[in-house]
């Protein structure tokens, strides 16, 4: 079983590929199951992103209620823009606490897609990072069925370093960060449908933002068929839009 959470596609891409391998399924978290018996052999797979050099707010809680039955290997993989910061250690503690052995981390390169600092406008660019992450996941998969252990994220942080981070995360997922430009936005509602913690609600034909905090996935700016969504801070007008060309999400 492989579980992910994904906002543009790069962690379901990658999920869908590994189960793919080990003739297994894919499943979101955002389904909200999270007590699974496995059958003997069976391996157990988390696929996330990195949000601020740690694991997303959203990942996090999922993890501490997680169950697992008859688990053998467990493994993570983080898809990562610049560091997988200190992911693999993250999890690592906090499946520990819920009886869960965490066996190995792998890390793998995507296009990052908080483009309030970078830039995804260029297509050719955009592909070649995307078809070396295609590469790498592969290459993965192989030492999935060898079944190697340990951390082996590249460019990991200590776990300190979530200490420093964690506050600038809280305060950069505060929604006010987040509007829809009246002139663009239609009023279709797929902003709504697409926030996983269910931050946002259409009043009046318009985007709301009814929680003071989300998980900062931006899955409401890349979606957004007008581009109307943006973020107050930085450039993500300027750096487009993203969504993997390799699965639908």
């Not at 869908?16 to 999270?34: H, L, N, P, R, Y």
């Not at 809680?61 to 688990?71: G, Q, S, T």
């Not at 034909?205 to 943006?230: E, G, R």
Request: glycine share 6%; net charge positive.
């Amino acid at each position: 079983m492989i579980v992910y959470f994904s906002a543009t596609g790069n962690c379901k891409r990658t999920a869908e590929k590994i189960a793919e391998a080990f003739d297994d399924t894919a499943v979101s978290i955002e389904q909200g199951i999270t007590e699974f018996t496995l059958d003997d052999g069976e391996v157990f797979g988390i696929v996330t992103p990195v949000y601020w050099w740690q694991l997303p707010n959203i990942m996090r809680e999922y993890l501490k209620k997680l169950v697992l039955k008859n688990a053998g290997y467990t493994f993570l993989i983080v898809t990562y823009g610049t560091t997988p910061g200190c992911c693999g250690e993250d999890a690592r503690r906090i499946l520990n606490h819920r009886g869960i052995e965490l066996n190995a981390a792998f890390s793998i390169r995507t296009p990052d897609n908080f483009t309030p600092i970078f830039d995804l406008s260029d297509p050719v660019k955009v592909r070649s990072e995307v078809l070396f992450a295609e590469e790498m996941t592969n290459h993965i998969i192989q030492r999935l069925k060898s079944k190697e252990t340990g951390n082996h994220t590249e460019k990991r942080v200590p776990y300190a370093v979530r200490v420093i981070m964690d506050p600038f995360y809280n305060y950069e997922r505060q929604t006010k960060h987040l509007y829809a430009d009246s002139d663009l936005c239609i009023g279709c509602g797929i902003c709504q449908k697409k926030c996983p913690v269910g931050a946002i609600q259409i009043e009046n034909n318009k985007p709301v933002w009814v929680k003071k905090q989300c998980t900062l996935c931006l899955s409401c700016l890349h979606h957004c068929p007008k581009f109307a969504i943006q973020f107050t801070q930085g450039s993500s007008k300027k750096h487009g839009q993203y969504l993997n060309p390799n699965t639908k999400i």
